[in-house]
């Protein structure tokens, strides 16, 4: 009887545990019914597809998808058929580093777009480079990544398979400080980051440059990203006398804490980067929310001429989530990598030859192509050449454009 | 301005709640001895019951007078029905197998229970807002008080009071005591023990549902991972009131909360301490209360002895 | 996972083997029907109620799923073309400040140049900092036809030293561009070499009252 019970109910789980994974499943599955025979090359995709920050991760995984669609129907390289596989990381530095392992050992993997953290990244970048493959991240923004640890004073490329299409933080960041001092007329700043190495970065960036500039920074506090309960950070943040805040972290935390601090009597915007950059963080934030403010990598992406198309197919390709705000970096991404293996299949007589992930990852590094982002290459340290940044405020219940900017360094 | 009243304030509302979810850990350790590990995830059911019937139940732009009374009614509804199925179909069959197997269970309860909200619960992959309570904070001298937190503060209390009553002054609250006390004679003493099983999870599941309206009221949104992490702070909240005990379910909570929120506000203006003082520190500060409570009094805050259960 | 309590039995606790898993019979609590008719169900038939049960419950949240798809939202229609995406700003150098200007100025060459589209009107030329005015050579409003290139010099007066950061890391100048399709003003970050040399610029130019 009672072991019957037990059968039953592991039955029942593991049917249901079955039933999820087909439930959950069901899109992305891509479309394999491209009959033009020869090679499948893969193209690994690694972002948090579940948990706080799936609506970015979503995005950039259909963004791919988008590309890889694209190239097949135009047939852009001849007798290679693109496929996707996507791995979830969520947001988590050792599941991003099994996905890189399992994305190795598919030897039809010719690269990869991801991820969306710059911490997953960093567990990621050494073991790609080994495997000689290609990586591309459309969202990470921490200069480290590309230009070692130093680099601040000495730019040093730690791996050569590692590139990104968005802007570092090195330029996100004093951007930011720039506006809130000379634009917003804040002098005053309490800086909140998260302790990760995206948000504390950011932090670090910001805080130098507003200082540089002659503001000051009244109070700094790091919180502890599982909680969602600021409120005495928001009491010390509204006893301090700031008259902005700038947090280092995405919106999962952010919402909540722009909504707490206001909550708490500081009527004070909150100044964040690109990981706050989404309509998640105004529905978390509230109504309060307006007048925060986010600096992101990029021009928007609706007001490129070249975006246009993306947008028009990314609707018709009828996807489920928003392409967000990395959807045009994720296309931009895997385009490159779908250039490169272009130039590497022509060089080599129409086949991809033995040592292709190698051959690929050099052709790289010389991409130039009008992507949806704008023009797409990338420099001697895998840094998009393309550096352009928006501040965008919450208006009415929705991120508006305020300022851009373009590097030209 | 002196922001001590404003900060001790805090915490209390953050203690109010993990007291509330931690009464269901402690009830459910007091009468079975099981660390009940999906309890979290049963507050977080709670507040997505309460969104059900606010979302898709009630009409669009009912007055949260109306509304609050039945989310409250919804949140308890599907709380309870939980518990008591997780008790049922997952608790009562391992009664008899080894400690280990049941806590097993749990952990994978929880995560169950969380994957089930996560995949069917429509648009809960990222959080889902909750309704708030109109109206402006309401100010008491250095101290604000937002509208969400009035629910709280009302609703622990008087909980609190209720779960007294209930436990000292009725029949199945002798019922439950004598239970925990040993659960052999008091079956040979005619109790049910059965049915103060299913009493015990039902209550902790309607309390951790007050506590997660009070958490949707509180932060205005909520997720599918909200459990995680405030159930094993309301778990600590019992083991440092002494699990087991009620009262001290109640008081380990709003200490465990002022103690975070004093550690978050204050630890960074001792000198040399400003790098442990920030919120991401605040965790560790609570601990080490924790293990200092536990070396002088292992038994909690108000726990009894264990060799009283003998 | 952390505090995991006893997980033997210890003093006075001990694995419950004396409850029968059934209550016992014949304890007639009104409440207790329905469970007790359910459970003598799910004994009698209890896979096939199981399976069935799963399966429906299965079939209904996939249902449920399908059904609650969120909609896509309607994307923005994208904007026509931005002036901004079509022009760049690089830094040149800086420019010797003719003898008998004002003290307290400097004076740097920029090289404006437009890729495509309808030619592109500069209409103002500024720079974000209280203490500091400026001038450009030549004087906006001036037009840019696509494939070309301009010079352009630009002078800076610092009025208020106090209000001058002399050392920033990011310095830009804003830049009003018009085309045919819009009005914007773009941010020019003009890099390491500006800031360092806007930078050196602004401290001789405060430091050296006398002049």
């Known amino acids: ?409 | 301005m002196n922001e001590l009243p404003q900060q001790l304030v805090n915490g209390l509302l953050l203690g109010s709640m993990y007291g509330l979810v931690a009464i269901g850990y402690t009830m459910v350790y007091g009468i079975v001895q099981l660390i009940n590990f999906a309890h979290g995830e049963i507050f977080m059911t709670g507040a997505f019951g309460a969104l059900t019937v606010y979302a898709y139940i009630l009409p669009d732009g009912t007055s949260m007078a109306i509304a609050l009374p039945l989310m409250l009614v919804g949140a308890v509804l599907v709380s309870v029905t939980v518990a008591v199925g997780a008790e049922r179909f997952a608790y009562r069959p391992l009664r008899n197998a080894p400690r280990l197997a049941p806590l097993i269970t749990a952990i994978g309860l929880s995560l169950a229970l969380q994957q089930a909200v996560w995949a069917w619960y429509p648009e809960a992959k990222s959080a889902r807002t909750f309704p708030e309570i109109p109206g402006g904070p309401f100010k008491l001298g250095d101290v604000t008080i937002q509208t969400g937190d009035i629910f709280l503060l009302i609703a622990a209390p008087i909980s609190m009071a209720v779960l007294a009553y209930f436990v000292m002054k009725t029949r199945t609250g002798r019922g439950m005591q004598a239970t925990a006390q040993d659960p052999d004679t008091a079956k040979l003493m005619g109790v049910n023990t059965d049915r103060i099983i299913v009493i015990a999870f039902a209550l902790g599941a309607a309390f951790a549902a007050i506590g997660a309206v009070a958490y949707g009221l509180k932060y205005g949104q909520i997720d599918f991972r909200m459990g995680f992490i405030l159930g094993l702070k309301a778990f600590t909240a019992a083991v440092l009131g002494g699990i087991g005990n009620i009262y001290g379910a109640m008081i380990g909570g709003v200490v465990l909360g002022i103690a975070e929120t004093l550690a978050t506000a204050y630890i960074a203006d001792i000198p040399g301490m400003d790098k442990f003082g920030s919120q991401s520190w605040a965790d560790v500060w609570a601990f080490v209360l924790l293990i200092l409570v536990l070396l002088f009094r292992p038994q909690g805050l108000l726990g009894e002895r264990v060799a009283d259960r003998a | 996972m952390s505090g995991v309590g006893p997980i033997e039995p210890g003093e006075g606790t001990h694995a419950w083997d004396t409850h029968p898993a059934e209550p016992p019979a014949g304890t007639p609590a009104p409440p207790r029907t329905p469970p007790a008719r359910l459970r003598r169900l799910l004994s009698d038939h209890r896979r096939a109620a199981l399976a069935a049960l799963t399966t429906v419950g299965l079939l209904a949240a996939c249902a449920l799923l399908y059904v609650t798809r969120p909609q896509e939202r309607e994307p923005a229609i994208p904007e026509p073309p931005f002036p901004a995406q079509v022009v760049d700003v690089t830094y040149v150098g800086e420019h010797t400040v003719p003898p008998g200007t004002r003290p307290h100025t400097l004076a740097f060459e920029v090289l404006l140049s437009v890729d495509s589209g309808p030619p592109v009107t500069v209409t103002r030329v500024s720079q974000p900092y209280a203490g500091v005015s400026l001038t450009s050579a030549p004087r906006a409003p001036f037009r840019t036809k696509a494939g070309s290139a301009r010079k352009i010099v630009v002078t800076m007066h610092v009025a208020e030293c106090g209000k001058v950061p002399e050392n920033a890391g990011l310095p830009f100048i804003d830049v009003t561009l018009r085309n045919k399709r819009a009005i914007q003003v773009q941010s020019f970050i003009l890099g390491p070499r500006y800031a360092h040399d806007l930078s050196r610029a602004l401290q001789v130019a405060c430091s050296n009252d006398s002049t």
Request: net charge neutral; with cysteine; aromatic share 8%.
């Open chain 1, 1 to 409: 009887m009672r072991q019957r019970s037990l059968i039953a109910i592991t039955a029942a789980l593991s049917a249901g545990a079955l039933t999820l994974t087909a439930c959950g499943s069901r899109d992305s599955g891509g479309d394999k019914g491209s009959d033009s025979g020869g090679t499948t090359v893969t193209i690994g995709v690694d972002a948090p597809l579940t948990g706080d920050l799936s609506a970015l991760g979503l995005g950039i995984k259909n963004s791919v998808d988008l590309a890889a669609k694209t190239a097949n129907k135009q047939k852009t390289v001849d007798g290679v058929t693109f496929k996707i596989v996507a791995k979830d990381d969520q947001a988590q530095p050792s599941a991003g580093q099994q996905n890189a392992t399992a994305l190795v050992a598919d030897k039809t993997v010719l690269g990869v777009v991801g991820p969306l953290n710059s911490s997953v990244a960093e567990s990621m970048q050494k073991v790609f480079d080994d495997a000689k493959l290609v990586e591309v991240s459309p969202a990470n923004t921490n200069p480290a990544l590309t230009q070692g640890t130093d680099w601040a004073t000495t730019k040093k490329r730690p791996y050569t398979s590692y590139f990104r299409t968005a802007t570092t933080d090195a330029i996100q960041g004093p951007f930011a400080a720039q506006y809130v001092f000379n634009d917003a007329k804040k002098k005053k700043v309490f800086v909140i980051d998260d302790k990760k190495t995206y948000g504390a970065g950011l932090a670090g960036t910001f805080t130098e440059e507003f200082k540089k500039l002659g503001g000051t920074v009244v109070g700094t506090e790091h919180i502890n990203p599982d909680s969602k309960d600021f409120s005495a950070v928001a009491t010390k943040v509204k006893n301090s006398g700031a008259e902005a805040v700038y947090y280092g972290g995405e919106y999962p935390q952010a919402g909540p804490l722009s909504k707490q601090i206001k909550a708490a009597g500081a009527k004070i915007p909150l100044i964040g980067g690109d990981g706050i950059y989404a309509d998640d963080f105004i529905k978390l934030a509230g109504a309060t929310a307006t007048g925060d403010l986010a600096t992101s990598v990029g021009a928007p992406v609706e007001e490129l001429d070249s975006a246009k198309e993306f947008v028009a197919n990314y609707k018709a390709a009828g996807y489920k989530e928003a392409y967000g705000a990395y959807g045009g970096y994720a296309y931009d991404s895997a385009w490159s990598i779908i250039e490169a293996v272009k130039k590497v299949v022509d060089d080599n007589g129409g086949k991809l030859p033995d040592d292709a992930r190698a051959k690929i990852t050099a052709a790289t590094q010389n991409v130039s192509f009008d992507g949806v982002t704008g023009k797409v290459s990338f420099d001697e340290f895998g840094d998009a050449t393309n550096k352009q940044l928006t501040v965008y405020a919450v208006e009415n219940g929705a991120w508006k454009a305020v300022k851009s900017g373009t590097y030209s360094g």
